[in-house]
C-alpha cells in the first residue's frame, strides 16, 4: 500500500533540502476569529470599499473557516474579501442575495483562489483587512452582514 506525504511534511523530513519547521502556527498556533458587525449604509455601490478591521503582520487567515452571516441585503450584493496587495484574495465574488450563511470558500457562488489553499502569514502593509463590493442593486439600509474571519495566531 503507497503512502504519500504532503508538503508539510516534506519539508519537516528535509526532503530535497534540510529539515524545517516553516509555518509553525499552522501547527501549534492558536485558532481566533475576527468579528465584523456591518449594517448597510443601503448607499454603497460598486468599487466601494468597506473597511473591516486589522489583524496583526503574521497572522494566518483560514478562509476556508471564515464566513458571512447575513440578513436580506436587497436587490443584488456581491463582494470580494482581501487586504492592500490582493483585494480577493480571501473571498472571490460571494453573492449575498438573501438572508443567509456564506463561507468565503464553500459557497456555488464563490470562486476559490489559489490564496485560500496555500496559507500565507499576513505581509506588513496587508494587516487591514476589507470588503470590495462588486455589485448592489436596491440595498436595504440596515441590512446586517457579520463577517466572521478565523485566523491562526500565536
Given amino acids: 500500500?503507497?503512502?504519500f506525504n504532503s508538503t508539510l511534511y516534506n519539508q519537516q523530513l528535509g526532503v530535497g533540502a534540510t529539515p524545517s519547521y516553516p509555518q509553525a502556527k499552522l501547527q501549534n498556533g492558536k485558532l481566533r476569529y475576527m468579528s465584523v458587525l456591518y449594517p448597510l449604509a443601503g448607499t454603497e455601490i460598486a468599487n466601494d470599499i468597506i473597511n473591516l478591521g486589522r489583524l496583526k503582520a503574521g497572522a494566518i487567515v483560514v478562509p476556508s473557516l471564515s464566513r458571512i452571516v447575513c440578513e436580506d441585503p436587497g436587490t443584488a450584493l456581491t463582494i470580494d474579501i482581501g487586504f492592500a496587495s490582493n483585494d480577493d484574495a480571501l473571498?472571490?465574488?460571494a453573492a449575498l442575495t438573501t438572508a443567509h450563511d456564506v463561507s468565503f470558500t464553500g459557497a456555488p457562488s464563490v470562486t476559490a483562489v489559489a490564496a485560500q489553499y496555500t496559507p500565507t502569514p499576513l505581509a506588513a502593509g496587508d494587516e487591514l483587512?476589507?470588503?470590495t463590493v462588486k455589485t448592489a442593486t436596491s440595498l436595504t439600509a440596515a441590512a446586517k452582514l457579520l463577517i466572521e474571519v478565523?485566523?491562526?495566531d500565536e
Avoid: E, Q, S, V
Fill in 129 to 131: 483587512l476589507f470588503i
Fill in 1 to 3: 500500500m503507497p503512502t
Fill in 91 to 93: 473571498c472571490d465574488g
Fill in 150 to 152: 478565523a485566523y491562526i
